[in-house]
Every structure is written in C-alpha cells, then in structure tokens.
C-alpha cells in the first residue's frame, strides 16, 4: 500500500477550526452582502452552503466554499404534464434570471471589491483573503419538482435549484437532499462514510498532483459519488482503512465492469450518476478505478 495506515487516518479528520472560522466569515459576508444591496430588496432568499463545506467533506486547507444564493419569491418549476402554473395559483414573476443574476454579482462586488470578483461560466468566484476563504458563489431560483412526484398541490413539490449557465446550459442539483442523504449514510455507517470519502478525495488530489488523472473529469463531486453507492457494509466490515479502500475499489470496479452503473445516482439521489452532459464518463471512471487501484500499489 502507497500510504500507511497513520496517514490514512490522519486524512478522515474535518477542517481546522482556524479554517473553519474563515469559512463561516465567509458565508456570513456573502449573506450580508445580497441582503443589503438595494435592488435586491424585495427579493426573498436564501443563502446556504453546499458542496464539500457543506457535506463536511472538506479535505485541503484554504478549501472554496460553495455558496447558494436561491431567490424563493420566484421559481423555476417542472409542473405535472398538462397542468400550468394557473392551475397551482402561481402568477408569472417580474423578475428574470438575468436581471437576478446581475443584482447578486454587483451586490458582490460593493461587499469585497470589483478586483475581488469574477464571472465564470456556473459561478462568481470570490478571492480569498486572510479573514474569508475563496468562495464560488452560484445565483439560483428556487426549483419546484411537482411532476417527480406527481402532485398538484402548490405546497407539495420536491425542492431543488436550478440556474443558466452564462454558455445558455440548464443546471438543475438537488443539494439539500445531498446533504440530507450523506448525513444519514453517515450515521448509519458509524460515521465511516465521510471519513472514507475524504480520504478518497486526498488521493485523488495526489493523482491529479501527480498527472495521473485528469482532475477536470475526476472531480471531487464524482468522488463523493462513488463512496456515496458502496453498500453500507462493505465501508464498515473492515479494521483498516486500507481494507476499506481495497474492497470498495472493487466493489465500485466490479459493478462498472458488470455495467450496473446506470442504476447509480448522485447522493441526492434525485439524479443518475451518468447521464449525458457530465464531466465524466462510465468508461473514464472505470480506468480512473483501475489506474487508482494501481497507484496505491494495492495487490
């Protein structure tokens, strides 16, 4: 095995609490900053962690923060088929995506400074200082699932987020439900499960760091993934981390091999893990499983 047994355990602890307190500075200022920023005020919202932070899955010192800024006095929606919003009561809101998304950049850039923030393709990155850390901060409406679950009743949907991209793509995540999710794995593991996923995420950031895989493909969401579908027992029924890791390589190997991914969600588990318009592939994350098993000199 490429690590001792000490520095996979030294990998499953949380952040610091120096860390810690950067990132709460953070959300805080980000919170701060769209609540006091005039044009938004007549917009409710919501600002909430997601991500890693959020998971509790952080792994790397000065790591970003993702930050939700979800309008909720206006929505997007997927309505049973045939129904409009008529039929829920729902009248059509005067504010547009854009104007919301360009209302959440300048109230950004009075708070920390133009020189401070950019505008990337999903999100508004925020550069880190001594007092906050990075963040990537994505301006979204409320999403309301009726049709998931078929109802028509307007106080009865699943809830997610959904924003458009500045190259026009449609991205809808579930992220509460992920944090849901990966809490209750957690507990029902011993708490293994994100002690697991973190130490997988350090390795893959000493493959990336070695050139050995292509981090743009081989996120740090596709990570948490991956553990987030090995069975409950298979992260519990051994005493080493390095057991734990071998037989979930394989487990993971085994059913890619056996092509029963499809079944595989997001920890949301509101969306399949492969489906078109990834990052990654079914067939890259097999090699990237074959070249990590590899790589931790496992045998």
């Avoid at 997927?78 to 504010?95: A, C, E, L, P, Q």
């Avoid at 037989?247 to 969600?265: C, F, H, P, R, V």
């Avoid at 090699?287 to 045998?299: G, I, S």
Wanted: a neutral charge.
């Amino acid at each position: 095995m490429k690590y001792t047994e000490g520095t996979l355990k030294s990998w499953i602890l949380p952040l610091s609490q120096t860390e810690e307190q950067r990132v709460k500075n953070t959300v805080l200022m980000i919170k701060n900053a769209v609540a006091s920023y005039d044009k938004l005020s007549d917009c409710t919202m919501e600002t909430f962690a997601q991500g890693s932070y959020a998971n509790n899955t952080n792994v790397r010192q000065n790591s970003d923060v993702d930050i939700c800024v979800m309008l909720t006095s206006a929505f997007f929606y997927n309505y049973v088929d045939g129904k409009t919003g008529k039929d829920y009561g729902y009248t059509t809101s005067s504010i547009t995506y854009p104007d919301y998304k360009f209302y959440i950049i300048e109230a950004l850039k009075a708070k920390f400074g133009g020189d401070a923030v950019t505008v990337g393709n999903k999100c508004i990155n925020i550069k880190a200082n001594s007092y906050h850390v990075n963040a990537d901060v994505v301006p979204a409406f409320q999403y309301r699932d009726f049709k998931i679950i078929n109802s028509t009743d307007p106080t009865k949907y699943v809830e997610g987020i959904k924003f458009i991209a500045k190259d026009g793509t449609a991205v809808i995540n579930y992220p509460k439900d992920h944090i849901n999710n990966g809490k209750q794995k957690n507990n029902s593991t011993n708490y293994e499960y994100k002690k697991l996923v973190r130490i997988m995420k350090h390795i893959r950031n000493d493959m990336v760091d070695d050139g050995k895989i292509d981090g743009d493909k081989i996120t740090s969401f596709l990570i948490e993934c991956l553990v987030w579908n090995v069975p409950n027992d298979i992260i519990m029924e051994n005493n080493t981390w390095e057991g734990t890791i071998q037989n979930s390589i394989a487990y993971l190997w085994k059913t890619i091999n056996d092509e029963k991914y499809q079944e595989w969600g997001e920890a949301s588990e509101r969306l399949y893990l492969f489906h078109s318009g990834r990052k990654w592939t079914a067939a890259e994350t097999k090699d990237f499983l074959y070249d990590m098993y590899n790589y931790l000199e496992l045998k």
